[in-house]
């Protein structure tokens, strides 16, 4: 029999092993409380405080077992935040948006249906929730984005990686009441340096600090450590003369070393550490978990893992992708805490794992740990977000396989493959994953969940011009869940791409009645009235949304003052529009439009072809005919 705790009648180890504390365990948690006490005091007192640190040395231990307590005494608290959500709703069915906003307004305001998210920023939502951040000086709210270098993960996503870092800024000038924290991996600081922020840095424990984490926990528990004892504890785990101790492995050693001791041992002391306790193989255990499991996950051979981490020295990323070992299966190995990255390259988490790997053999791995169809998911998002699609379609395919006969999870599976075919422009077989989810969906009657993958249907049918049958699809969207106002404004999109502008109009008008500060409706009517020379009208909308900035919009809004005749501002917002967006479609033809009211024919006739031509996104049926308009010697002619 080995030592647990009795809690309710459930057996516990006082310790947390490899995962971060949550917010219920704080009565565990310690060694921490001067680091605690001095983020507390800026977090309070700066728009924006940066909690830096390398991997493992608990920083998202520290925010959730112990500064939201802290920050809960004086403010609100929004839920920690992440920047990589996992696939749990198609990517078709959501209206244009950032996808590092839209998982952190994911996880920041959960209750909230993602697409009514999608495409809303920072500030505003948070001030719709929050509305005393607008002014100084009331109660806070206090948010966090945790695991931030996630943002520099995906290499292919630069643009995207600046719009979200320029909505941070935003949020902290527009929002004097809100108060920021961002705990991001050293190496990766620089990039959130926005406002002056105050800066943390975590280190690791010293001794004392480690002893105490150590011993108070046992002590709750009802069976302390004898002095002395935790200190062999730490040697063993760390090194007899290391001062800095690592958390994450102090947590492997005491987690191993509770679980083998008897459960009649009433004080834990020397003696039994010494007796029972076997560092070197349960660190060998601890790096062999991780080389296995980062091995299955990115399909990397374990023993090529083995062969290069036992260099110790010159883990560089070159080195690494000279060996067949992809980037992101170093991420895995640095999210599980056998890595550090460093300026120079990669060094182990302590130099005390090096033993343990020497010792190491593909045959002392046994399986990795189970895992789970959600993990896979988040493992096909990592690898969407690389712009690796044969990878997220395998992780997809195991989500699938592992789903088994559980319709939900298989509704979530297929709605991945759907996500992965959509964005590789493969429209037929995402149709083919998005209407299968839906009837998988069907089968435990959530109305929200079918209406989205309805909706995603829709979006992969007119990508494929089957316009009567997105509407189709997109009117049953709208009768499951007729209160949501985002089914309705695809609906009038997908009208407006049939040619049905004037129904278009009335769908978004009838959503704007009940909710007349919708953007997404606002723009998408905007551009409707400037497409049926509706000037002030238009202008009227898109003068509501001028603030997001988007191509299309600007476009929209630059043929409906040529239709007025301010052909001076026409010209800014199409120069503007163009600069942002020179491969869309839609604000090429918008722009060849003002022009030809301008009198410019060359120009617009120029403009004109690269809109036919544009695949980014490419114009719809009734584009092309507008643009085959502009084309004829004569435009105002009727075709001949």
Not at 23 to 41: C, I, L, P
Not at 133 to 159: I, K, N
Not at 552 to 562: E, G, S
């Amino acid at each position: 029999m080995t030592v647990t705790t009795l809690t309710n009648g459930v057996d516990r180890v006082p310790y947390v092993g490899v995962r971060p504390f949550r917010a219920e365990e704080n009565a565990q948690f310690h060694g921490r409380d001067r680091e605690g006490s001095e983020v507390a005091a800026l977090w309070r007192g700066n728009p924006l405080t940066l909690l830096t640190g390398a991997a493992g040395t608990g920083k998202t231990s520290l925010i959730s077992a112990d500064l939201l307590t802290r920050a809960g005494s004086v403010g609100e608290v929004l839920p920690i935040g992440r920047l990589v959500r996992p696939t749990s709703g198609p990517i078709a069915a959501l209206p244009a948006h950032n996808p590092y906003s839209l998982a952190l307004l994911a996880s920041w305001f959960p209750a909230e249906y993602v697409s009514t998210l999608a495409g809303r920023t920072l500030a505003d939502l948070v001030r719709r929730r929050y509305p005393q951040t607008a002014q100084s000086g009331g109660r806070p709210a206090f948010a966090v984005v945790d695991q931030a270098e996630q943002l520099f993960d995906a290499v292919a996503r630069q643009a995207e990686r600046s719009a979200f870092l320029a909505e941070l800024t935003e949020a902290l000038n527009r929002l004097p009441g809100l108060r920021l924290l961002v705990a991001v991996r050293d190496g990766h600081a620089d990039g959130y340096r926005l406002a002056d922020p105050a800066v943390f840095t975590l280190r690791p424990f010293d001794r004392e600090s480690a002893t105490e984490a150590i011993r108070r926990p046992a002590l709750a528990a009802g069976r302390p450590f004898e002095a002395g004892a935790a200190d062999v504890v730490v040697s063993g785990v760390n090194g007899a003369t290391a001062t800095a101790v690592e958390p994450v492995l102090l947590q492997v050693g005491c987690s191993r070393l509770w679980s083998s001791l008897p459960r009649a041992t009433p004080l834990i002391g020397r003696d039994d550490v010494t007796r029972y306790a076997d560092f070197d193989r349960w660190l060998a255990d601890f790096c062999g978990a991780a080389v296995a499991r980062t091995a299955m996950d990115h399909d990397v051979d374990a023993g090529l893992l083995i062969s290069w981490l036992r260099r110790t020295s010159g883990l560089t990323l070159r080195s690494a992708l000279d060996a067949g070992i992809p980037a992101r299966a170093l991420r895995a190995l640095e999210d599980r805490h056998v890595l550090k990255a460093g300026d120079d390259g990669y060094r182990l988490q302590h130099e005390r794992l090096a033993g343990p790997l020497r010792g190491l053999r593909v045959s002392d791995l046994g399986p990795p740990l189970a895992t789970t169809g959600a993990e896979q998911l988040m493992l096909t998002t990592q690898a969407l977000g690389d712009d690796d699609f044969d990878q997220a379609r395998r992780h997809a395919e195991e989500a699938l396989r592992l789903s088994g006969d559980d319709l939900r999870a298989r509704a979530q599976a297929e709605s991945a493959l759907g996500d992965i075919a959509f964005l590789r422009g493969d429209h037929e077989a995402a149709e083919s994953h998005y209407e299968t989810a839906a009837e998988f969906s069907e089968t435990f009657a959530d109305p929200q969940v079918v209406s989205r993958l309805l909706t995603a249907v829709g979006r992969t049918l007119l990508a494929q011009e089957r316009e009567a049958e997105a509407v189709n699809r997109l009117r049953a969207a709208v009768r499951r869940q007729p209160g949501d106002l985002t089914f309705q404004i695809e609906l009038g999109r997908a009208l407006s791409r049939s040619g049905q502008l004037r129904t278009a109009v009335a769908v978004l008008s009838d959503v704007l009645a009940v909710n007349g500060d919708t953007p997404d409706a606002l723009q998408a009517r905007g551009e409707l009235f400037a497409d049926l020379g509706q000037a002030t009208e238009a202008l009227r909308d898109l003068d509501r949304v001028r603030s997001s900035g988007r191509p299309v919009a600007r476009a929209a809004r630059a043929l409906a003052l040529a239709t007025l005749r301010d052909h001076s501002a026409a010209h800014a917002e199409i120069d503007a529009a163009l600069a942002d967006a020179p491969g869309n479609g839609p604000v090429l033809l918008y722009a060849a439009r003002a022009l030809e009211l301008e009198g410019d024919r060359a120009a617009a006739t120029e403009l004109a072809h690269r809109a036919g031509a544009a695949t980014d996104p490419p114009l719809s049926r009734p584009q092309r005919a507008e643009v085959q308009r502009l084309l004829r010697p004569d435009p105002d002619a009727p075709p001949g």
